[in-house]
């Protein structure tokens, strides 16, 4: 990312999940765009995409940042979505970096060792966020599909911070 790391370039970045996808827009790395949460209404990768480009479109992205999906049975789906999505880049020529959630970790490490500390330092950085933080859920509890949103900026924030070295990131 380091290398389209100017001021006035566009991110869009993406967390899939099995009822559609989260996403942000931010501009140069500081302002947000754009976000929110996609609902897909079919399981075929084929809505989503179609939705992808129309982003692309209406956007201009100058990167495209998802998660790094594991290629294993478990989560097939995911990566092929993930696989799709940088052919799709490559076909709009938008590159597409791809973060594992281990990078993100290692992104705020020094701040928060949860998805739901993490949501809370990024509401904190983003006050536009505030009001769709989504409570801590207990074990019982599934996942509030706003936390989407926070996954995908945090994924582009770890992709920021990658290049940087490790004073930089504390």
């Not at 989260?22 to 079919?42: H, I, K």
């Not at 970790?105 to 993490?118: D, G, H, I, M, W």
């Not at 924030?157 to 004073?167: G, T």
């Amino acid at each position: 990312m380091s290398s389209t790391n100017q001021s006035y370039v566009r991110v869009l970045a993406i967390d899939p999940c099995p009822t559609g996808f989260g996403f942000v827009v931010v501009e140069g790395g500081r302002r947000l765009v754009d976000w929110g949460v996609a609902q897909l209404w079919s399981k075929d990768a084929k809505e989503m995409f179609v939705r992808i480009n129309a982003m692309i479109d209406r956007y201009r992205p100058a990167l495209i940042v998802a998660e790094d999906v594991p290629f294993n049975g478990r989560r097939m789906r995911g990566w092929c979505r993930m696989k799709s999505l940088q052919d799709l880049g490559k076909r709009r020529g938008v590159p597409v970096e791809c973060v594992t959630r281990a990078a993100v970790k290692r992104a705020f490490a020094s701040v928060a060792t949860t998805k739901q500390e993490v949501a809370v330092v990024l509401a904190e950085e983003f006050p536009e966020l505030e009001t769709i933080l989504p409570r801590p859920r207990k074990p019982w509890m599934a996942e509030d599909r706003q936390m989407n949103v926070f996954d995908a900026l945090a994924f582009m924030i770890a992709a920021s911070r990658r290049d940087q070295p490790a004073a930089a990131t504390a």
